[in-house]
C-alpha cells in the first residue's frame, strides 16, 4: 500500500500518490417506508475520551485597564514575562491578522515557555487546585490573590489574562475581547478557583450543547468530578455542584423568576459568579436577545465574566453592563499567540497573499500581473515538480495565455482567466502537504461539498504507519462501543486521516473525530462554519473554500467577523511557530475580494434584543388562578407580576437602547452636519453658480460666446436624447406584432440580453411564453416592492408601441435554459427565433403548454429579483421549480440556433429614426468642438473641473451620509413595541389579564416551558387530543412541533422515511385547526412568532420511541444522520418538560416520561459515552 506522507519521507513526488476515487453508490428499497425521491445547529451529546487528554489551557499575550488594551500597558508590564473532483460546492476563505507593535513582552521567550511547561510543578492541575482549595479552608479565603491563583498553572500568565483576573479579585465584572484561541477560559478557570475556595457557586454558560459538554470534560479534569455538574434542557448531572455549566438559555429561564430580586432570595442562591463564554453571540439574530436578558435580569452582586472574540465596540458592550448591571471593566486584546500568515491557491501554487510589508495585497496575484504571467507560462511552471497536466484545463491555459496578449481584457476575460486558476482539492492539498502545513480544517460551507471532498481524498494516505495503526484501533474500539454511530461512507477516509465534520453527522462521531484530530490522528477535517462556534479543535492551517455561501434568501459572502471566527483555529499555542490561512481561487472570488474582505475591519455587535411568550408572561405574571406553583426546581417563592411601567424599565435597558442612548445623538449629529454640507456644494454646481463664475472670470464677449454655444448644446443634446428615447420605442414597437404572430401558434426561443451592476452582458437563450394581464404584472411589482415608475414610468412615452389599454407597457414571460423565469418588457429582447416548442397538447384534453406553464408560474412563491432597470422597463427574474426544470431542459444553447431563423425587427420607421438619431450625434460633437476653439475656452474648462471634483465630493458625502443612516438604523430599538405588542395576544388568548395580572392555567403551561413559540406548545400541550395517545405517538406529534429546519436531503435520491400513524395524522390535522387561528391573532397584532407544526417527520420519530434501531430506521434514509438525531433531541427535549410542567393531565406526564425513557437511548443519548 502506498502512503500518502510528507514529501521528507517520499521518494516519489506526492502528485503520483493520489490514486482516483469513486464514491460508493447505493441503491435499495425498504417497503415499510414511503418513497420520497428528490425533493442548525445540533447540540451533540457528552461523551468521555476514549483514550485521557488534557491539553494545557489556552493562554495569550496583552493587557488592560480601564479601558486595558495592549498598547496601553506595554510600558508598565515590561518585566513581566465540490463536488468531489474539479470543484467544491462553496469555495474560499481566509482572516486577516493586523500588524501591530511589537511588545517587548512578546519576545522574552513566552513561546518556549509555552512551548515547555514548567518542570518544577510535577503534580497534575486538578492537584494542585485541590491544594490550593485545601490551603483556602485552612487559612481563610483571604489568602486567595493573584499570585496563588497565577501558581496553579505550569506557564507564565498572559498580560490581558492577569489583568481581568486582577479585576475580577476586586470585585468587578470583566467584559474579555480578544482572538479566538488566545486563552480566555483561563480567566473564567481563575475565577472558578477563587469562587469555590470562598464557598460559593460559578455558573458557566454556552451557546451549544456540545461546548458544555466540551466545557464539564475540561472543568472535571481540572476540579473533580464532585465540584463539577452540567444542567441542560433534559438531564443533570451533579446540579448542586459548586461549578455549573449550562447553555444560556437554561439560565435565562431561572432568571426569568429572580427579577429584581438579590441572589439569596432567588434561584441564584450562593452564586456569586456568571461566566457568559461567547457572548459575541448577542449579535445572533434568532438568539441574540437572550444574552441581554441574562445581563438585565442577574442579581446586581452577582459578578459577570463576559468572554467574547474579537469586536469592534468591545467598549460599548463594557459601558452598557456596566450601567445595567454594575462596575464592570474592559479588558482588551488585538494580539494572537500564535501569529497568523495569510496565503492564496491558485491551480498550481500556494503564494503569500500579502506582501513583506503585510500591508497589501500580493502583487503577484493581481489579475494584471495574472494576465502577463499567464501569456508567459509563469503560472503553469510555478511549481517545477508538478506533474504536468494534459488535456481541457492545457487548453483552457492556452486560450488565456492567446487573450492576454490582447489589451486589455474584458471582465468576461478576466473571468476566464480566474477559472483557469482554480485549483482542484488535490493541488491545494499537495501544496500543503509539500509545506508541512498539517493537520488542517478545510471550511466549505455544505454538508455535501465536505463529503465530497472525503470522498474523493479517501485512497489518499496521510498517515504514517504507526498514526494508522492507533486510528484502526481507536476506530475498532469505537465501533465495539457504539456500532450504530459509526458513519459507515467516511469510515476509508478516516482509516487515511481524512474527515469530514457538519450537522449532518451523529454527535457522538463528530465527537469522536474532534478527538482523533486533537491527538493529531486526522490530517484533515472538512468542516462547515458551525465547527468555528467555541469547539477546541485547533490546526496549524484553516482553509476556507469560498467568500460566499447558500442561504435561504441566496448566497451570502461572509462577515469579517464570521471570518476571523473560522482563521481563529489556525495555530496550535505551544506547537506552532506560526499558524496558516489559505483562501483558494474560485471562478468568482479572487485574491482581491480576499483582501479586501479581510482589510474591511471587524464589525460591531447589535443588538438582537426582542420579546417572547415566556418573557412576557413571567415579567407581567402575578396571581395565579391555581393558586401557587412551584416552578421545577424553585425555592417556593412567592412571585408577583410587574406592572406595564415596570416591565418597560426592564426592556428599556437593552443594549440596543444603551447604544442609542449614547451613539445615536452622535451619530444624527454628524449626519446633520454632512447633509449640510451637501445641501452648500449642491449650490455651487447649479448651472446658475457655474453661470455667475463663467461671468466673475470671463471677458463679456468670450462669455457671450460661450452661453451662446452652450445653450445650444443644451439644446442638441435634448433633442439627442428625444431621438434616442423614440428609437428604443420603434425597436420596442417592431417586436410587438412579431411576439403575437410568432406565438400565436408556437413558443418560440428567444434571446435576452442585459448588463448586470458590474457592466459584464449577458445573452440568455429562453422559451417565450406569452405576455402577461396588466393585474398580474401590478400583483408582481408589488410584490418586488419596486417603484411605481417601474410599471408607469412609459405611460405616455409608450402610447405609439399600442401596448395594453391604459397606456402601460407591455410585461411578457419566458423560462430560461437554466430553469429561471423572466419577466421583461421588449427593450430586453436581442433577437427572436422562428424555431420553438409546439403549443399542441401532449395527451387529448390536457391544457396547452402556455397554458401548462402559465399556470406553475402561478404556483410559485413569487420571490422575484431585478436584476436590470430601465425607462423602459424592468427586468426581473425567479427561480423555477422541479416542475418548470424538463421545460427548459429543452431550450436550446444559442450557438445551436440558425441565424438563418432569427427574426428580423428591423422597420422602415426604425431605420428612419435611427439615422435621425446618428445624425443629431454629429451635431452634438462639432457644437463641443466648436466651443473648446473659441477664446475663453481654457478658463471656462478650469470652472467645468472645478464643477466636477465638487460633484465627486458630494457623491463622497453621500456615501458617507448612507453609512450613517444604515447604522443609526440597526441601534434604533424596537423592543418594547414588540413587548406590547405580544401581551396583546396574551390578552386575547386568555393566558394573562393585563389588567388584573392573573395569570390562567394556559400562561402558567406557556410561561414555565422553553421553546420557540411557548403560547402555541402550551396550547397544544393542554389540548384533550393528547390523551388518547400511545407514548411513541405523542412523541410523534411533539416532533411535529419541533421540526423546523429539518429537510431531506435532495442529493439522496430514492430513499424514504416512515409514516406516521393514522392517529397521529387525525391528531395533526386536528391541531392545524388551532394553529391557524392563533396565527390570525398573531397577524392581527403584527407578531410573527413561528408556530411549529409540520408532521413530514413525525413517523421517523414514531418508529424511534417504538423502539426500531438505529440500523433498521436509518436504512434507506432520506435525512442524514444528524438531521434525524438533532429532531429526536428536539423531541427528547420537550418530552422531558411535560412532566414539570404546571397544570398538564398526569396521564399525559405519564406518556411522555414513557417515551422519553424509550427514546433517550445510543447513539443519540445526551450522555452516551
Not at 460508493?24 to 447540540?43: C, E, K, N, Q, V
Not at 483562501?583 to 480576499?594: H, K, S, W
Not at 459584464?760 to 401590478?778: C, D, R, T
Request: aromatic share 8%; with cysteine.
Amino acid at each position: 500500500m502506498r502512503s500518502f506522507a510528507p514529501p521528507s519521507r517520499c521518494s516519489a513526488s506526492p502528485a503520483h500518490l493520489f490514486r482516483p476515487s469513486h464514491p460508493p453508490t447505493y441503491g435499495s428499497s425498504f417497503r415499510l417506508l414511503r418513497f420520497l425521491g428528490t425533493s442548525s445547529a445540533f447540540s451533540p451529546g457528552a461523551r468521555a475520551p476514549l483514550v485521557p487528554l488534557r491539553a494545557n489551557p489556552l493562554r495569550s499575550t496583552s493587557p488592560i485597564k480601564e479601558p486595558l488594551s495592549d498598547a496601553d500597558e506595554d510600558e508598565e508590564y515590561d518585566d513581566d514575562e465540490e463536488v468531489a473532483a474539479t470543484e467544491y460546492d462553496d469555495g474560499i476563505l481566509d482572516a486577516f491578522d493586523e500588524e501591530e507593535e511589537e511588545d517587548s513582552e512578546a519576545e522574552i521567550g513566552l513561546p518556549e515557555a509555552e512551548a515547555r511547561p514548567s518542570t518544577k510543578l510535577k503534580e497534575p492541575m486538578w492537584e494542585r487546585v485541590a491544594k490550593l482549595l485545601a490551603e483556602a479552608r485552612d487559612f481563610g479565603e483571604e489568602i486567595i490573590d493573584y499570585e496563588e491563583l497565577a501558581g496553579t498553572y505550569d506557564f507564565p500568565i498572559d498580560k490581558f489574562q492577569q489583568l481581568a483576573i486582577q479585576a475580577f479579585l476586586r470585585g468587578s465584572s470583566v467584559v474579555v475581547s480578544a482572538p479566538t484561541s488566545s486563552g480566555k477560559t483561563l480567566i473564567a478557570e481563575a475565577a472558578a478557583i477563587a469562587t469555590v475556595a470562598r464557598g460559593r457557586r460559578l455558573f458557566y454558560t454556552t451557546p451549544l450543547k456540545a461546548l458544555s459538554n466540551q466545557k464539564f470534560r475540561d472543568f472535571r479534569s481540572t476540579f473533580g468530578d464532585t465540584y463539577v455538574g452540567l444542567l441542560t434542557g433534559d438531564s443533570a448531572i451533579n446540579k448542586e455542584a459548586p461549578i455549573l455549566i449550562m447553555t444560556t438559555e437554561i439560565l435565562r429561564n431561572m432568571l426569568y423568576q429572580s427579577v429584581g430580586m438579590n441572589s439569596s432570595a432567588s434561584r441564584l442562591f450562593h452564586v456569586d459568579v456568571i461566566v457568559l463564554d461567547e457572548v459575541h453571540y448577542l449579535s445572533d439574530i434568532s438568539r441574540g436577545t437572550v444574552w441581554e436578558e441574562i445581563v438585565i435580569y442577574s442579581p446586581k452582586e452577582v459578578q459577570l465574566i463576559c468572554l467574547s472574540a474579537t469586536v469592534a465596540n468591545p467598549d460599548e458592550l463594557a459601558g452598557w453592563i456596566g450601567q445595567v448591571h454594575g462596575k464592570t471593566e474592559l479588558v482588551t486584546s488585538t494580539k494572537r499567540p500564535v501569529p497568523l500568515t495569510w496565503h492564496f491557491s491558485l491551480k498550481n501554487s500556494l503564494l503569500p497573499l500579502l506582501d513583506e510589508k503585510g500591508k497589501r495585497i500580493n502583487r503577484k496575484l493581481s489579475l494584471d500581473y495574472m494576465q502577463t504571467s499567464l501569456s508567459r507560462g509563469e503560472f503553469s511552471s510555478e511549481n517545477k515538480t508538478m506533474k504536468p497536466r494534459m488535456g481541457k484545463a492545457d487548453r483552457g491555459n492556452r486560450s488565456v495565455a492567446r487573450m492576454s496578449r490582447q489589451a486589455p481584457l474584458s471582465k468576461n476575460d478576466m473571468n476566464h482567466i480566474r477559472r483557469s486558476q482554480v485549483p482542484q482539492i488535490r493541488d491545494t492539498l499537495w501544496q500543503l502537504m509539500e509545506r508541512d502545513m498539517l493537520p488542517a480544517i478545510w471550511f466549505i460551507f455544505s454538508r455535501r461539498g465536505c463529503d465530497a471532498a472525503v470522498q474523493y481524498l479517501e485512497d489518499c494516505h496521510l498517515l504514517d504507519e504507526c498514526e494508522a495503526g492507533e486510528v484502526e484501533l481507536e476506530y475498532r474500539r469505537f465501533r465495539k462501543q457504539y456500532p450504530d454511530a459509526v458513519r459507515e461512507v467516511a469510515v476509508k477516509g478516516l482509516l487515511h486521516g481524512i474527515a469530514a465534520h457538519h450537522a449532518g453527522c451523529l454527535p457522538l462521531w463528530k465527537s469522536f473525530i474532534e478527538e482523533l484530530f486533537q491527538r493529531g490522528l486526522v490530517k484533515v477535517v472538512f468542516a462547515t462554519e458551525t465547527l468555528a462556534a467555541g469547539i477546541n479543535m485547533p490546526a496549524r492551517t484553516a482553509i476556507i473554500a469560498s467568500l460566499s455561501r447558500k442561504s435561504e434568501s441566496g448566497r451570502s459572502f461572509l462577515s469579517t467577523n464570521e471570518l476571523f471566527q473560522m482563521a481563529g483555529r489556525a495555530g496550535r499555542r505551544g506547537i506552532d511557530e506560526v499558524g496558516h490561512v489559505v483562501f483558494i481561487q474560485t471562478p468568482y472570488e479572487g485574491a482581491n475580494e480576499c483582501y479586501e474582505l479581510l482589510s474591511a475591519g471587524l464589525e460591531p455587535l447589535v443588538s438582537q434584543f426582542t420579546a417572547s411568550y415566556g418573557m412576557v408572561l413571567n415579567l407581567l405574571a402575578g396571581t395565579k388562578i391555581t393558586g401557587k406553583f412551584n416552578y421545577p426546581d424553585s425555592t417556593k417563592l412567592p412571585h408577583c407580576g410587574r406592572t406595564l411601567e415596570e416591565a418597560r424599565k426592564l426592556v428599556e435597558q437593552s443594549f440596543g437602547n444603551y447604544v442609542g442612548s449614547n451613539v445615536m445623538l452622535a451619530a444624527q449629529e454628524e449626519l446633520e452636519k454632512i447633509r449640510h454640507e451637501i445641501e452648500l456644494l449642491s449650490l455651487e454646481i447649479t448651472e446658475d453658480a457655474i453661470d455667475r463664475k463663467c461671468q466673475e472670470q470671463l471677458s463679456e464677449i468670450d462669455y457671450a460666446e460661450i452661453s451662446r454655444l452652450q445653450e445650444q448644446l443644451r439644446a442638441e443634446k435634448r433633442t439627442r436624447t428625444e431621438l434616442r428615447q423614440q428609437m428604443e420605442i420603434k425597436r420596442m414597437a417592431a417586436w410587438r406584432p412579431l411576439l403575437e404572430e410568432f406565438g400565436s401558434e408556437n413558443l418560440p426561443f428567444i434571446c435576452l440580453q442585459y448588463k448586470d451592476k458590474e457592466a459584464v452582458q449577458h445573452n440568455v437563450p429562453a422559451v417565450y411564453i406569452g405576455k402577461l394581464s396588466s393585474s398580474s404584472v401590478e400583483r408582481i411589482v408589488n410584490m418586488v416592492k419596486l417603484d411605481s415608475s417601474d410599471f408607469d414610468n412609459m405611460e405616455t412615452d409608450c402610447r405609439d408601441m399600442k401596448s395594453h389599454e391604459d397606456g402601460k407597457p407591455a410585461y411578457h414571460l419566458a423560462l430560461s435554459s437554466d430553469n429561471t423565469w423572466y419577466l421583461f418588457t421588449e427593450k430586453w429582447i436581442k433577437t427572436m427565433y422562428r424555431t420553438g416548442l409546439p403549443n399542441i397538447s401532449s395527451v387529448n384534453g390536457d391544457p396547452l403548454p402556455r397554458e401548462m406553464l402559465m399556470n406553475l408560474l402561478m404556483k410559485e412563491n413569487h420571490e422575484w429579483e431585478k436584476i436590470a432597470d430601465s425607462e423602459f422597463g424592468s427586468l426581473l427574474c425567479m427561480d423555477g421549480s422541479l416542475e418548470t426544470w424538463s421545460w427548459s431542459l429543452n431550450v436550446p444553447v444559442l450557438s445551436s440556433l440558425s441565424e438563418e431563423d432569427e427574426v428580423a425587427n428591423q422597420s422602415g420607421e426604425y431605420h428612419e429614426i435611427v439615422g435621425h438619431y446618428k445624425e443629431q450625434r454629429r451635431k452634438v460633437s462639432q457644437l463641443k468642438k466648436k466651443i473648446t476653439n473659441t477664446k475663453g475656452f481654457k478658463e471656462f474648462k478650469k470652472i467645468i473641473d472645478a464643477t466636477k471634483f465638487t460633484k465627486e465630493r458630494i457623491e463622497r458625502l453621500n456615501s458617507r451620509s448612507n453609512r450613517l443612516s444604515k447604522r443609526i438604523a440597526q441601534i434604533e430599538p424596537t423592543g418594547w413595541k414588540e413587548f406590547l405588542q405580544i401581551s396583546k395576544v396574551i390578552q386575547e388568548t386568555r393566558a394573562l389579564d393585563l389588567n388584573t395580572q392573573v395569570i390562567f392555567p394556559l400562561g402558567e403551561t406557556a410561561a414555565a416551558i422553553r421553546g420557540e413559540n411557548e403560547l402555541w406548545l402550551a396550547m397544544v400541550l393542554r389540548s384533550k387530543v393528547l390523551l388518547d395517545l400511545k407514548p411513541a405517538e405523542l412523541a410523534a406529534v411533539c416532533g411535529s412541533l419541533v421540526s423546523e429546519g429539518i429537510k431531506v436531503r435532495p442529493w439522496k435520491s430514492n430513499n424514504y422515511i416512515y409514516e406516521p400513524s393514522s392517529n397521529v395524522i387525525d391528531v395533526i390535522y386536528l391541531l392545524e385547526e388551532q394553529r391557524s387561528s392563533l396565527i390570525q391573532i398573531q397577524d392581527k397584532y403584527s407578531v410573527k412568532i413561528p408556530c411549529g407544526l409540520d408532521g413530514q417527520f413525525s413517523g421517523m420519530v414514531e418508529a424511534w420511541a417504538s423502539g426500531l434501531t438505529w440500523r433498521e430506521i436509518m436504512m434507506d434514509c432520506a435525512m442524514d444522520d444528524g438531521d434525524l438525531a438533532r429532531l429526536l433531541r428536539r423531541t427528547i427535549d420537550l418530552l422531558s418538560q411535560i412532566p414539570k410542567l404546571p397544570d398538564i393531565d398526569p396521564l399525559l406526564q405519564k406518556n411522555a416520561l414513557l417515551a422519553y425513557n424509550v427514546m433517550d437511548r445510543s447513539p443519540i443519548s445526551e450522555l452516551a459515552g
